[in-house]
């Protein structure tokens, strides 16, 4: 998948891709990514635009987490296509000014990255020109401890993301890297993980017959994991 700008064809990142690099000013100053976070899981996600309602709701919500994500060694980076100077001056009046359901006083603690030649955005593909060419989607990019993106979530400029969801997913990906699993349909930590297929008939075999493995089939076992 490619987007086109001005007659430039940029690559957009996939799956198993290293993040692209990029140096860049935020409101917590500047950073060098993903080199600053080497070590760390890090959501990087864009939004539209700094002094609209969806996001607003969104950067409290994320404000709001950012300890439980933190507790998960995973650091949150945002990013618009706006100035620092607005970046600042809209931090500043959610708040001081906003309310949203439990929220308020809400301080945005973690970076915003400032991004007006899109530079950045363009290298992640957070421009998508049949939405708007002058607006970044909400996108969000799971970034592993080295570098290499994980999964990828857009959303469009009329729908606010489910944190939840988030939170779900880096959580189920952090398991399946610590214990060589699977997550199902809707799983949530604490309940059954999935045994990845066997790959010859005396482990399919041995795999059935093992005391800690449930198998409805050879090829769909499940297995407790302690809650933590």
Request: hydrophobic share 40%; charged share 25%.
């Amino acid at each position: 998948m490619e987007t086109i700008f001005e007659n430039q064809i940029i690559p957009m990142p996939r799956i198993g891709d290293k993040a692209p690099e990029f140096k860049a000013v935020t409101t917590q100053g500047n950073i060098d990514f993903p080199k600053d976070y080497n070590g760390k899981w890090v959501i990087l996600f864009s939004h539209p635009a700094d002094f609209t309602p969806v996001c607003t709701t969104e950067f409290m919500t994320f404000a709001k987490m950012e300890k439980e994500f933190s507790d998960l060694n995973c650091s949150l980076v945002g990013l618009s296509v706006d100035g620092l100077y607005s970046h600042i001056a809209w931090l500043r009046t959610i708040k001081e000014k906003i309310e949203f359901r439990d929220m308020k006083n809400i301080e945005v603690k973690f970076p915003l990255i400032e991004d007006i030649t899109m530079e950045v955005a363009r290298k992640y593909g957070m421009i998508q020109p049949g939405e708007s060419s002058t607006k970044a989607v909400r996108a969000v990019f799971f970034i592993d401890p080295n570098g290499i993106i994980r999964a990828i979530i857009y959303y469009p400029l009329s729908l606010g993301r489910n944190f939840d969801e988030l939170k779900r997913a880096l959580i189920a990906m952090q398991t399946a890297d610590k214990y060589a699993i699977a997550t199902p349909a809707d799983w949530r930590p604490g309940e059954d993980v999935i045994v990845p297929p066997a790959g010859s008939c005396g482990v399919a075999k041995e795999r059935m017959e093992a005391e800690d493995v449930k198998c409805k089939d050879w090829f769909f076992c499940t297995k407790s994991l302690p809650l933590n």
